[in-house]
């Protein structure tokens, strides 16, 4: 074990540091050398107890750093210099794309902003379609499996992925430091990078982009506490299993069948709830969470905000949404606030004159409510995952309208009648998983 903290700033590590390390440290080194040799070669500091940061949640906040009561932090910042909150996404962040890998086998990556996810997602190909509206039709070869998984968890709400943190379940390759390079975002944790990525990433913003490496082993101590007005909390931490067959034992609704891409995309839709701040539900689709819904005090908005970012996800994907005539060098973040504008009820403010020209080569025609009804009817197949039971069938005529035919929610309302033969009305299979979510 390391008695003494290596110095925080990764700088001021010179090569020599590695030959006076104390005899203890050489003990440890044996057991781990394959990750001292990448600090080596990546000239970075070895773990350390603690790291200070700038501030808290805020400047007024002060002192701040992370630390560990026991052990060195299983961590290192390969570049940069993140923040309260960067850690709070970072490790939140981590947590959900290293348990979506385990539970699918597949490369996951997630899109976090203030503590809840943006967008999380599982590394399937991109269709064309996907691609053109994630903006990433410009890679000549196809997308790697992370590489994708992160283009569909920045994707699935742009507007909310604007100045993420993101979190990749395996090695950062250099297709999606290419990616990240692109996008505005404040960081990114990762159990490894390539050389090359690496080397894209330290690049960014100027040279002080955020990048976090955080040893994939790591197993947290089992209790967990939190202090809140000077009072420590004390839990077990959450370590329910979202992939057992028990989720789905119990069915109550007249339609029991759920395939196995309903299975997948509720799986993941649950894990994303585990990870995102309560109330939450979240619409999956696909292989990825098409819309999150965090924060709220009432479950029916929950599913509302939710089901109205599905919607605009799957509007997107509209011929006449796609086919908007923007100008040439328009930025992605402005074509991403004029195409939300557009598809919205309040289209005028980009179409009237004056304004549209700033965007378009020519003014476009406006989505009417009907053509957007018709749309959003075509989608189907969507899966719905809630943190806790929903108290009355008001939640399922909502994500009725957004396509949802699959749900796994805890069940145990007093109005579980209700909410069944609200299912039952639209031909939902539904499942009580008898596992609640909450997460603060």
């Known amino acids: 074990m390391f008695h003494e903290p ?50 808290g949640c805020n400047p007024n906040q002060k002192p701040s750093k992370i630390f560990m009561e026991e052990g060195q932090l299983p961590l290192d910042v390969l570049n940069g210099r993140p923040g309260y909150i960067n850690f709070l996404d970072a490790l939140n962040a981590w947590q959900l794309v290293k348990e979506l890998q385990d539970a699918t086998g597949w490369p996951a990556a997630a899109s976090f902003k203030h ?27 196809p997308l790697s499996p992370i590489a994708s998984a992160y283009a569909r968890a920045r994707g699935a709400d742009r507007m909310c992925s604007y100045g993420d943190f993101v979190a990749l379940s395996t090695t950062c390759d250099l297709q999606t430091a290419l990616l990240l390079k692109r996008e505005v975002s404040d960081g990114v944790i990762a159990p490894s990078y390539t050389p090359e990525a690496l080397a894209v990433l330290r690049e960014k913003r100027k040279g002080t982009y955020n990048v976090i490496q955080i040893d994939p082993t790591y197993v947290p101590a089992p209790i967990e506490h939190k202090q809140v007005f000077g009072i420590t909390f004390e839990q077990g931490r959450n370590e329910v299993h979202l992939t057992d067959d028990a989720l789905f034992a119990d069915v109550p609704t007249r339609n029991k069948t759920f395939t196995p891409e309903a299975k997948r995309d509720l799986i993941i839709a649950l894990i994303t709830l585990k990870y995102t701040q309560s109330n939450s539900v979240c619409y999956a689709k696909d292989g990825q969470a098409i819309g999150i819904g965090a924060g709220q005090q009432s479950r029916i908005h929950c599913t509302r905000l939710a089901g109205s970012k599905a919607d605009t996800w799957w509007l997107r994907q509209c011929p006449k949404v796609m086919n908007l005539p923007f100008k040439e060098g328009i930025r992605r973040a402005d074509r991403d606030n004029t195409i939300d504008v557009y598809i919205s009820d309040d289209h005028d403010d980009v179409l009237r004159d004056g304004v549209w020209q700033q965007f378009f080569t020519e003014k476009p025609a406006i989505l009417t409510r009907e053509e957007k009804r018709d749309w959003i009817a075509q989608n189907t197949n969507v899966a719905l995952g809630s943190d806790a039971f929903f108290p009355f069938g008001d939640n399922i005529e909502r994500a009725h309208k957004s396509g949802v035919q699959y749900i796994a929610q805890a069940g145990g309302s007093i109005r579980d009648d209700n909410v069944i033969e609200t299912c039952d009305k639209y031909g939902i299979a539904m499942a009580f998983t008898h596992v609640r979510l909450f997460h603060h």
């Open 6 to 55: 290596a110095p925080h700033n990764m700088q001021q590590l010179i090569p020599s540091a590695f030959h006076n390390l104390s005899r203890n440290i050489i003990q440890w080194c044996k057991g781990n050398h394959i990750f001292l040799l990448t600090l080596q070669k990546q000239k970075i500091s070895p773990p350390m107890k603690e790291l200070t940061l700038k501030y």
């Open 115 to 141: 503590v809840s996810p943006a967008g999380a997602a599982i590394g399937l190909p991109l269709t064309d379609t996907l691609k053109k509206i994630y903006f990433v039709d410009d890679f000549d070869e």
